[in-house]
C-alpha cells in the first residue's frame, strides 16, 4: 500500500522492482501487487468507507493496532492529552484481528482518529499534530 506524499516506501520503489497499482481508496491511497502467477486475482480494498465511519459517532475514538511502536506511543499521548487538555476522554478500540483491521474505517487500518463521526486523521500523529487538529476545531465550535 502506497500513497501520495510522505509514505512509509515510495510508490516508485515498488514500481521498479515489478509491482502494479491494482486498486485505490480516498483519499489517495493505492494497492500496489507483484504476482507470482499470473492468472491470480488481483487483491482489493474493502469498500464501505463512510458505514464503517459511521460506527464512530459521539466523542473521540482512538483505533489503533500493535503493529508499530509508534502507534503505542503516539496513542497514549493523544489520550493523555484529550483528558488533561480537551476534558475528553476518548474511546480506545484495539484492531485486534485481520477482522477487525478489513473493518477499520481507513485502508491504512492501523491507527484512526475519529472525532463525533469525522475523520481527523488516518495514520498515527503526534501530540502536537493532535493538538493543532483540536484546537482548529474548538475553535470553530
Given amino acids: 500500500m ?5 509514505w512509509l516506501a515510495d510508490r516508485r520503489l ?14 489517495d491511497y493505492q494497492l500496489l ?7 491470480a486475482a ?21 483505533i489503533r493496532s500493535t503493529q ?14 484529550a483528558e488533561n487538555e480537551y476534558g475528553i476522554k476518548p474511546t480506545v478500540v484495539d484492531l485486534e484481528s485481520w477482522s477487525d483491521a478489513q473493518n477499520a474505517p481507513t ?3 492501523s491507527f484512526a482518529l475519529i472525532y463525533n463521526g469525522q475523520l481527523l486523521a488516518d495514520h498515527q500523529i503526534s501530540r502536537t499534530r493532535f493538538r ?10
Fill in 2 to 6: 502506497v500513497r501520495d506524499g510522505p
Fill in 14 to 27: 515498488f514500481l521498479a522492482n515489478g509491482f502494479e497499482p491494482v486498486d485505490s481508496a480516498p483519499p
Fill in 33 to 39: 501487487v507483484r504476482k507470482f502467477d499470473g492468472g
Fill in 42 to 62: 488481483n487483491p482489493a480494498f474493502k469498500r464501505d468507507w463512510d458505514r464503517k465511519l459511521a460506527r464512530y459517532g459521539r466523542g473521540l475514538t482512538i
Fill in 68 to 81: 508499530c511502536p509508534h502507534i503505542a506511543k503516539f496513542a497514549a499521548e493523544i489520550i493523555e492529552a
Fill in 107 to 109: 485502508p491504512y487500518a
Fill in 132 to 141: 493543532n487538529i483540536m484546537n482548529k476545531r474548538v475553535a470553530t465550535s
